[in-house]
């Protein structure tokens, strides 16, 4: 495992989260790094990524106004801010690492990772 994430745990309808992705073997700033989820009986999907390159950031249409991705440089972690959580966010959430320049374009939500851990649940419920 060479990512962890942490963070999750039980939250009321309405609440928020920070979830934090780490790791005791990369300096994860020097990597893009991506947050997916994936929710009982449902595929994986990826909800936000950071680059290196100028810090840029990209967002799942759906998730840009709740989501909020950002590095903490000072914990070597990647953050996903999550606002305003609903019944529909639980899912387990993991984040996943690439070393960057493999790919040419910006568009990391599209990105194959190569680095992964073993995720966080969260579970929204009153």
């Known amino acids: 495992v060479q990512l962890q994430a942490s963070g999750g745990g039980l939250v009321p309808p309405g609440g928020s989260l920070e979830l934090s992705c780490t790791s005791q073997?990369?300096?994860?700033?020097?990597?893009?790094v991506a947050w997916f989820r994936q929710a009982p009986g449902k595929e994986r999907e990826v909800i936000s990524c950071?680059?290196?390159?100028?810090?840029?950031?990209l967002y799942v249409g759906s998730m840009k106004d709740r989501f909020t991705i950002s590095r903490d440089n000072t914990r070597n972690a990647v953050i996903l801010e999550i606002d305003n959580l609903t019944p529909e966010d639980s899912a387990i959430y993991s984040c996943?690492?690439?070393?960057?320049?493999?790919?040419?374009?910006?568009?990391?939500?599209?990105?194959?990772?190569?680095?992964w851990g073993h995720g966080t649940q969260v579970t929204v419920s009153s």
């Open positions: 950071i680059r290196t390159a100028e810090g840029s950031a």
């Open positions: 073997r990369f300096r994860m700033w020097n990597y893009d």
């Open positions: 996943a690492a690439l070393w960057p320049g493999v790919y040419r374009h910006p568009r990391c939500l599209q990105y194959t990772y190569e680095h």
